[in-house]
T-cell receptor, first 106, second 115 residues
Framework: EDQVTQSPEALRLQEGESSSLNCSYT??????LFWYRQDPGKGPEFLFT???AGEEKEKERLKATLTKKESFLHITAPKPEDSATYLC???????FGKGTSLLVTP | DAGVIQSPRHEVTEMGQEVTLRCKPI?????LFWYRQTMMRGLELLIY????????DSGMPEDRFSAKMPNASFSTLKIQPSEPRDSAVYFC?????????????FGEGSWLTVV
């Protein structure tokens, strides 16, 4: 069965303090590794899809990378508005990890 | 496009009552998904449809849950009878596999509380 494990469960950063979120996956026949952002009271919002090891994608202060067993979401110089839960997912019908709750303080 | 539209946004019901959640997918999307999100279990896939046909309902917790998709623009998730442990946020999502591959787009969710 496809499994996705995210770490850490929660992360608190000061504004400007860069860090990375981890997503480990075990999927037979990867059809993409997905990152979503979820704000409180909202549905998950699509950020990135990665398909092959070595692939990278960027959006503002976020960069997602992929290896054969893991994906990382790097956050460079975060701002308070980056505070949210970040979810990763894989599999044909998207099997989600439990997410990393990120809080960025001024 | 308006995105995936779900209703109701919030529902409080008494144990034993029937609950019906509704979803309108993005126009032209050929897949529709129902997920449930709780603090304990995270986001879980309940069922998904392709071209209005249920493909995988292995995530439906028990016979009290049923889902239908009578046409390409409407789906329902029904819980009968409801129980307090069904309290969760229920998300509907859709995708156009030909255009977006496996990327799915979520609605804002239906917050269900069963008392």
């Amino acid at each position: 069965e496809d499994q996705v494990t995210q770490s850490p469960e929660a992360l608190r950063l000061q504004e400007g303090e860069s860090s990375s979120l981890n997503c480990s996956y075990t999927v037979s026949g990867l059809r993409g590794l997905f990152w979503y952002r979820q704000d409180p009271g909202k549905g998950p919002e699509f950020l990135f899809t990665l398909y092959s090891a070595g692939e990278e994608k960027e959006k503002e202060r976020l960069k997602a990378t992929l290896t054969k067993k893991e994906s990382f979401l790097h956050i460079t110089a975060p701002k308070p508005e980056d505070s949210a839960t970040y979810l990763c997912a894989s599999g044909y019908a998207l099997n989600f990890g439990k997410g990393t709750s990120l809080l960025v303080t001024p | 496009d308006a995105g995936v539209i779900q209703s109701p946004r919030h529902e409080v019901t008494e144990m034993g009552q029937e609950v019906t959640l509704r979803c309108k997918p993005i126009s032209g999307h050929d897949y529709l998904f129902w997920y449930r999100q709780t603090m304990m279990r995270g986001l879980e896939l309940l069922i998904y449809f392709n071209n209005n046909v249920p493909i995988d309902d292995s995530g439906m917790p028990e016979d009290r849950f049923s889902a239908k998709m009578p046409n390409a623009s409407f789906s329902t998730l029904k819980i009968q009878p409801s129980e307090p442990r069904d309290s969760a946020v229920y998300f509907c999502a859709s995708r156009d596999e030909e255009v977006d591959g496996n990327t799915i787009y979520f609605g804002e969710g239906s917050w269900l509380t069963v008392v």
